[in-house]
């Protein structure tokens, strides 16, 4: 959304931590048997980092991990006094792994932090992230800069004071975030306008992938690609319900789209590729190439009700192909150069009759004990199972 590299506040240093899953997330995915290093909210920066003494902050346990070691943050609420470092990278060989207790939900609550403070900031690449929730930010919660293949899965980040999750800065390569919830992030610098879910933004790499998520509820967009200069992989993610002021922000001007494939003050042109991903009741457009100039794919989606277009695609030369566009407030706007065929808006006699469900709340819903979307029926249609999200992950 809103807001180039000049609105994002300097990276702070480090502090404590916890976290897990949030609404729809479960958080008891078994990591391995036994962690190296073990942090409690019960437990003392002074001790051993042992599962019977514990560390304090996560602070402490990422300052001193080795390449190949596992931390395990057990449940209970971790208040933040000061922002998370996280500088030591593991290697291909030996990752290093940040995971939630098995059975158990950790949860950083970052409302102590100064509103200048992002809560997590990473510069480390060969990392593994799992089970974390954050909450009340003050700013950005995670932002991870110039990461090189890093996995991101099972976070649950709501109710930012910004974006809840950013992959941003060159170098940005080979990083995955899947299964993972981003929702009820708002901003009131920039009128709602700035806090997104999802973002990969202000940089460039190969290879980024985002898969299973739901960005959902936020002030400003869903998913923001703005200014990333690398092709993203988009697959089986949904965005809805942004650009909705919930929070009662004054002179409310959030774009809310679900997912911005483009822009910014430099817009690269860029072939993203988006898939098998469904955005409904966002304020403003479902998927918009957002003044990108470059080819992107965009195959087997679904735009519902969203207030403005399903699918905005004015500047590139897009292809569009078996997407599903119903009751949005135009269903497509299309540039000269962009190539659409076999999509609903291609063939005749299209309504929502055609939907099995037109309810969404099986897919707003807890995720099962996998992690993965819950299962609905939702937007999945009775007419050409080819055509649209099949709301499940693939």
Same mark, same amino acid.
């Given at each position: 959304?809103?807001? %180039?590299?000049?609105?994002?506040?300097?990276?702070?240093?480090?502090?404590?931590?916890?976290?897990?899953?949030?609404?729809?997330?479960?958080?008891?995915?078994?990591?391995?048997?036994?962690?190296?290093?073990?942090?409690?909210?019960?437990?003392?920066?002074?001790?051993?980092?042992?599962?019977?003494?514990?560390?304090?902050?996560?602070?402490?346990?990422?300052?001193?991990?080795?390449?190949?070691?596992?931390?395990?943050?057990?449940?209970?609420?971790?208040?933040?006094?000061?922002?998370?470092?996280?500088?030591?990278?593991?290697?291909?060989?030996?990752?290093?792994?940040?995971?939630?207790?098995?059975?158990?939900?950790?949860?950083?609550?970052?409302?102590?932090?100064?509103?200048?403070?992002?809560?997590?900031?990473?510069?480390?690449?060969?990392?593994?992230?799992?089970?974390?929730?954050?909450?009340?930010?003050?700013?950005?919660?995670?932002?991870?800069?110039?990461?090189?293949?890093?996995?991101?899965?099972?976070?649950?980040?709501?109710?930012?004071?910004?974006?809840?999750?950013?992959?941003?800065?060159?170098?940005?390569?080979?990083?995955?975030?899947?299964?993972?919830?981003?929702?009820?992030?708002?901003?009131? *610098?920039?009128?709602?306008?700035?806090?997104?879910?999802?973002?990969?933004?202000?940089?460039?790499?190969?290879?980024?992938?985002?898969?299973?998520?739901?960005?959902?509820?936020?002030?400003?967009?869903?998913?923001?690609?703005?200014?990333?200069?690398?092709?993203?992989?988009?697959?089986?993610?949904?965005?809805?319900?942004?650009?909705?002021?919930?929070?009662?922000?004054?002179?409310?001007?959030?774009?809310?789209?679900?997912?911005?494939?483009?822009?910014?003050?430099?817009?690269?042109?860029?072939?993203?590729?988006?898939?098998?991903?469904?955005?409904?009741?966002?304020?403003?457009?479902?998927?918009?190439?957002?003044?990108?100039?470059?080819?992107?794919?965009?195959?087997?989606?679904?735009?519902?009700?969203? %207030?403005?277009?399903?699918?905005?695609?004015?500047?590139?030369?897009?292809?569009?192909?078996?997407?599903?566009?119903?009751?949005?407030?135009? *269903?497509?706007?299309?540039?000269?150069?962009?190539?659409?065929?076999?999509?609903?808006?291609?063939?005749?006699?299209?309504?929502?009759?055609?939907?099995?469900?037109?309810?969404?709340?099986?897919?707003?819903?807890?995720?099962?004990?996998?992690?993965?979307?819950? *299962?609905?029926?939702?937007?999945?249609?009775?007419?050409?199972?080819?055509?649209?999200?099949?709301?499940?992950?693939?």
């Amino acid at each position: 959304s809103g807001g %180039g590299p000049e609105h994002v506040a300097a990276a702070p240093s480090a502090a404590p931590a916890g976290s897990a899953s949030g609404p729809g997330s479960a958080s008891a995915q078994a990591p391995a048997t036994a962690a190296d290093i073990y942090v409690a909210p019960t437990g003392d920066d002074a001790a051993e980092g042992t599962l019977s003494r514990p560390y304090a902050t996560l602070a402490q346990a990422v300052a001193v991990v080795r390449p190949g070691q596992t931390i395990a943050m057990r449940g209970g609420t971790y208040r933040l006094t000061q922002p998370v470092a996280i500088r030591t990278s593991g290697t291909a060989e030996q990752r290093i792994t940040l995971v939630n207790h098995p059975g158990e939900r950790p949860v950083l609550d970052a409302g102590g932090l100064r509103a200048d403070q992002w809560t997590v900031t990473q510069t480390a690449s060969y990392w593994t992230v799992r089970g974390l929730e954050i909450t009340n930010s003050p700013s950005h919660a995670y932002v991870c800069r110039s990461c090189r293949y890093d996995t991101f899965e099972r976070l649950s980040i709501h109710d930012s004071a910004n974006t809840a999750f950013m992959l941003r800065d060159a170098g940005t390569v080979g990083n995955q975030v899947r299964d993972s919830d981003f929702f009820h992030n708002h901003d009131t *610098e920039d009128n709602g306008g700035s806090a997104d879910g999802l973002a990969v933004k202000y940089g460039s790499g190969a290879g980024n992938v985002v898969r299973g998520c739901r960005v959902f509820e936020n002030s400003g967009d869903g998913l923001d690609l703005a200014e990333f200069a690398d092709p993203v992989s988009v697959t089986s993610t949904w965005a809805y319900g942004n650009g909705v002021n919930r929070w009662n922000i004054p002179n409310f001007t959030a774009a809310g789209n679900g997912f911005k494939l483009g822009a910014g003050a430099q817009t690269p042109r860029v072939g993203h590729t988006i898939t098998n991903s469904a955005a409904w009741d966002n304020s403003g457009t479902g998927f918009t190439d957002a003044g990108n100039r470059g080819v992107v794919t965009v195959s087997n989606d679904s735009a519902y009700r969203n %207030g403005s277009v399903g699918f905005a695609f004015r500047s590139s030369a897009s292809l569009l192909r078996h997407n599903l566009a119903l009751a949005n407030g135009t *269903e497509v706007t299309l540039g000269a150069d962009v190539s659409a065929t076999d999509n609903t808006w291609n063939q005749s006699g299209w309504t929502t009759t055609a939907l099995r469900s037109g309810d969404p709340a099986t897919a707003r819903a807890a995720r099962p004990d996998s992690g993965s979307l819950p *299962e609905t029926t939702f937007l999945r249609n009775r007419r050409d199972a080819a055509i649209g999200a099949t709301m499940t992950v693939r």
